[in-house]
DNA sequence: GTCTATAGGGCGATAGAC
DNA sequence: GTCTATCGCCCTATAGAC
């Protein structure tokens, strides 16, 4: 047994998704987190970034899962199919990874406060930038990718806002495929 | 003449824009800001609710410039004509408001800077359910509104981001047409 | 305007793992 | 020995309270 209790980062992930839903993001300082997960508030911010960090990190990068599912196609798919199934990919890891639940819960959280909306939004532009950056690589243009990219961005917010609604169809991936529908008939 | 010089708002905003150019948003402070328009930081944080605001500050909302455009359109106009009405009307808006020059300095200053980018992501975000919004209110079902609104937001990113490109179309408005040119390719 | 709490960075010390 | 995680203390800027 080492000198510190093990997985201090799991248990700051705990203490902090807790400590929002009970007292809000606003009330919690990143001490009252440390605190609670046996810690010094220095080691809270030497494992993240900032306060907001810690309900953004997961075990894999959505912007890595996105390139690779694009990677993974053949080069005849046209640009907006690409993208559409790299959302989906991304859609079947976090379908995977959390509950409905779980999602749901966080994601009220998150929509409760603006400072969490920011970086939820720099999380989803950064996904839709790795997107374009895959369209991009495989020939298309500049303009073409990141409408594209845009596109499939809208759809995965549309299948997502679903997915975690009180009456919402619990299969992520099916709420990706209906909005692809939609967004087919749009225009 | 008054007890202080006029016009304290205007000169912060060209001392903020100023002195980020000059050496960073990062390493400038609101106290910095405030004493090259020669204002207390009481008085910044009185006009700006966060240093970040005082880029995003404009005579008009964008939500609103947004809004009005689809209430001028007629009933019969389709759910993404409509959304791209309203970003072509914004985009109108920021020709007018700034020149070409100033908009691609304030977005070097902003794409530098995670921080600002993510402020200006939640501005676009903003922009986005307000014409989502509208569209409900015409009539569209949410899904369909929230993704026009999308895709129109796609096309005004891509127009901005060629308007401020080094080899730039001048027009604002033509950047838009063309993007939503390629948009209607894209499916 | 003044006063204060919080966010967040810098750096050396410490104790274990290897 | 080196490497890594943590602590603890000091610091400034932000931003809200009074």
Same mark, same amino acid.
């Given at each position: 047994?080492?000198?510190?209790?093990?997985?201090?980062?799991?248990?700051?992930?705990? &203490? @902090?998704?807790?400590?929002? #839903?009970?007292?809000?993001?606003?009330?919690? %300082?990143?001490?009252? +987190?440390? /605190?609670?997960?046996?810690?010094?508030?220095?080691?809270?911010?030497?494992?993240?970034?900032?306060?907001?960090?810690?309900?953004?990190?997961?075990?894999?990068?959505?912007?890595?899962?996105a390139t690779s599912a694009i990677a993974a196609l053949?080069?005849?798919v046209?640009p907006?199919?690409a993208a559409?199934a790299a959302?989906?990919a991304? &859609? @079947?890891?976090?379908?995977? #990874?959390?509950?409905?639940?779980?999602?749901? %819960?966080?994601?009220? +959280?998150? /929509?409760?406060?603006?400072?969490?909306?920011?970086?939820?939004?720099?999380?989803?532009?950064?996904?839709?930038?790795a997107i374009?950056r895959a369209l991009?690589g495989r020939?298309?243009?500049?303009?073409?990718?990141?409408?594209?990219?845009?596109?499939?961005?809208?759809?995965?917010?549309?299948?997502?806002?679903?997915?975690?609604?009180?009456?919402?169809?619990?299969?992520? #991936?099916?709420?990706?495929?209906?909005?692809?529908?939609?967004?087919?008939?749009?225009?």
């Open positions: 047994m080492g000198r510190w209790e093990p997985d201090a980062r799991g248990r700051m992930l705990d &203490a @902090a998704l807790e400590l929002f #839903a009970e007292q809000g993001y606003d009330n919690t %300082t990143a001490g009252d +987190i440390a /605190a609670r997960a046996g810690v010094t508030e220095r080691t809270f911010f030497r494992h993240f970034a900032d306060k907001r960090e810690v309900l953004f990190v997961g075990p894999v990068s959505l912007d890595e899962v053949g080069d005849d046209p907006l199919s559409l959302v989906r991304v &859609a @079947a890891e976090l379908g995977a #990874a959390r509950t409905r639940e779980q999602a749901a %819960t966080r994601a009220s +959280i998150v /929509a409760a406060t603006p400072a969490l909306r920011e970086r939820e939004l720099l999380k989803m532009a950064s996904m839709t930038e374009t991009v020939g298309a243009p500049q303009t073409v990718a990141g409408l594209a990219a845009h596109n499939a961005g809208g759809v995965f917010a549309a299948a997502f806002a679903r997915w975690v609604s009180e009456d919402g169809e619990p299969d992520f #991936a099916r709420c990706i495929d209906d909005a692809t529908e939609v967004l087919r008939q749009l225009g």
